[in-house]
């Protein structure tokens, strides 16, 4: 809250991100307030509670126009208002073209290097485009009357073209973006064909921020290829049309004292007895839990393949050996997506079909929306958590699970393409999501860890997620932009 305040005393804090963190609805006539559970949103409400700024995110549903009215900012949270959220709303063409087009069918598969996925359709451009200027639009309406200058913070890869149209607005704002996923290296960014585009957006930040240095040097090399801007390694910044950005690493954490907690909640406790006893899992079973959204960078199928040869070649965990996998529908109308949950649900059925027996499922499937407790129950229940993305920027289940692990402590088995591995790398039981041999030779090995290395290992690991949680990121963020802004001023008085 400090550092919050520091930066926001004589700055008004406006915070983009194209999902919201309150939604609106009227049922019977009541109006009623829904918190989306998104780490992240959960986060950064709190400190906007701080700054008292405002909040600009697309309006998704019809109900919030219908209660909000187009175009006003109303008060969060309802019990106790604090700032402004503003909705930009969209048309349905802007959704398809916008979010289901470009964000998701062109830069999502871009930076996780899916490139045979990538469809640059003109129509998904346009879309992209004008949203982005809806975006800004809505930025400089809420910004227009403020006695402070702004600190505008952007999330993610839906609004890379948002900064430049603020920029040319109001060259005294300071503005950041957070990039949460992977950027690509140079080879692969240049199969966008809009590259210099989106550079010349995001370059009209004064801060970029990547979950790794890796992230970092590859957005530096695009820059570095694809503009006439002047790329200083040193000082990891960039030089273009007349101004400094700063390229930075700052990891994503999760609120991991709250995790724990959930985990230990009694609601937890409760809801792991009704889903045992709903799925017929037996108290002495092993079992092994994956969380995920249902998206063909998490790794869901050739995950499936390496459970079924580790069944087939270790028969004395048949029967005995779970799987649970949670899978949200997410992006649901995108081909690529309705075709994973299609494939995913018939592997499921197959490798059930193979092994289950009257008594035992190998795989319990569920697409079924979980509490939060639910998800910390499994968690916390889990001897395995199967965390294996074929590509992923950073990856909060494995800190969620790890924060999770409050009790007979489980292990960590990652992918070694996660952003996370970075930093939980060393304690977890790393393997190569597409290396389905050692990717079932290292469930075995995790299976056989003594109980004295799995403690330890689990204890090193909740170390780190506590030590660098969401705050500490939200802090990291706000010092790098107070001495961003601390190294102007002194260049302005010298
Ligand atoms: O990982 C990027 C991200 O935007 C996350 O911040 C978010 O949880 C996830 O994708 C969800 O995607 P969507 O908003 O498309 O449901």
């Known amino acids: 809250a400090e550092t919050v305040a520091q930066l926001c005393d004589d700055r008004e804090l406006v915070v983009v991100s194209n999902r919201e963190p309150y939604s609106h609805a009227r049922e019977d006539g009541e109006v009623s307030v829904d918190r989306p559970a998104g780490g992240l949103t959960a986060a950064l409400d709190p400190v906007m509670q701080t700054a008292e700024g405002t909040w600009v995110a697309w309006g998704d549903g019809d109900a919030d126009r219908e209660v909000v009215g187009p175009d006003d900012a109303v008060a969060v949270p309802p019990e106790d208002p604090a700032y402004d959220l503003r909705r930009v709303w969209l048309t349905d063409e802007q959704v398809e073209g916008y979010y289901r087009g470009y964000s998701n069918q062109v830069l999502w598969p871009l930076c996780h290097l899916d490139t045979a996925k990538l469809t640059p359709r003109e129509d998904f451009w346009s879309a992209?485009?004008?949203?982005?200027?809806?975006?800004?639009?809505?930025?400089?309406?809420?910004?227009?009357?403020?006695?402070?200058?702004?600190?505008?913070?952007?999330?993610?890869?839906?609004?890379?073209?948002?900064?430049?149209?603020?920029?040319?607005?109001r060259s005294d704002a300071f503005l950041a973006h957070f990039w949460h996923i992977p950027w690509p290296s140079w080879d692969v960014f240049r199969a966008c064909p809009q590259y210099e585009h989106l550079l010349d957006g995001l370059l009209a930040n004064d801060l970029v921020g990547f979950h790794t240095d890796a992230y970092c040097r590859n957005f530096l090399d695009c820059v570095d290829a694809a503009t006439d801007a002047r790329v200083d390694r040193s000082s990891r910044s960039v030089s273009y049309r007349g101004r400094r950005t700063f390229v930075r690493a700052l990891p994503l954490g999760i609120d991991a004292g709250r995790q724990a907690a959930l985990a230990e909640s009694d609601a937890a406790t409760e809801w792991w007895a009704q889903f045992r006893e709903t799925h017929g899992i037996d108290a002495s079973e092993t079992v092994a839990v994956g969380v995920e959204r249902l998206d063909y960078t998490k790794g869901i199928e050739p995950r499936l393949r390496a459970l079924e040869r580790f069944w087939a070649e270790n028969p004395e965990w048949c029967g005995n050996f779970t799987y649970v996998q949670k899978g949200t529908e997410s992006r649901s109308g995108i081909p690529a997506y309705d075709a994973l949950q299609d494939r995913v649900a018939a592997e499921v059925e197959r490798i059930n079909?193979?092994?289950?027996?009257?008594?035992?499922?190998?795989?319990?499937?569920?697409?079924?929306?979980?509490?939060e407790e639910g998800i910390a129950a499994l968690y916390r229940e889990a001897d395995l958590g199967l965390v294996t993305p074929v590509r992923d920027g950073m990856n909060l289940v494995a800190k969620e699970f790890v924060a999770a692990q409050t009790r007979d402590p489980g292990v960590l088995v990652l992918s070694e393409l996660a952003g996370a591995t970075g930093q939980l790398g060393d304690e977890a039981v790393v393997v190569h999501p597409h290396d389905a041999a050692g990717f079932a030779d290292r469930i075995g090995d995790a299976l056989s860890l003594s109980r004295a290395e799995s403690r330890r290992r689990a204890a090193d690991l909740q170390r780190e997620v506590h030590a660098e949680d969401v705050y500490d990121w939200l802090e990291s963020t706000f010092e790098t932009a107070a001495a961003i802004e601390r190294g102007r001023r002194s260049v302005r008085t010298a």
Do not use: K
Not at 163 to 168: F, G, I, L, S
Not at 358 to 364: F, I, L, N
């Open 128 to 169: 992209y485009r004008e949203t982005n200027a809806d975006f800004a639009d809505a930025i400089l309406d809420s910004t227009a009357d403020a006695d402070r200058d702004p600190v505008v913070w952007f999330q993610d890869y839906h609004l890379a073209l948002a900064p430049r149209r603020v920029r040319e607005a």
């Open 353 to 371: 079909d193979r092994f289950g027996t009257d008594d035992w499922t190998p795989v319990v499937y569920t697409t079924d929306h979980l509490p």
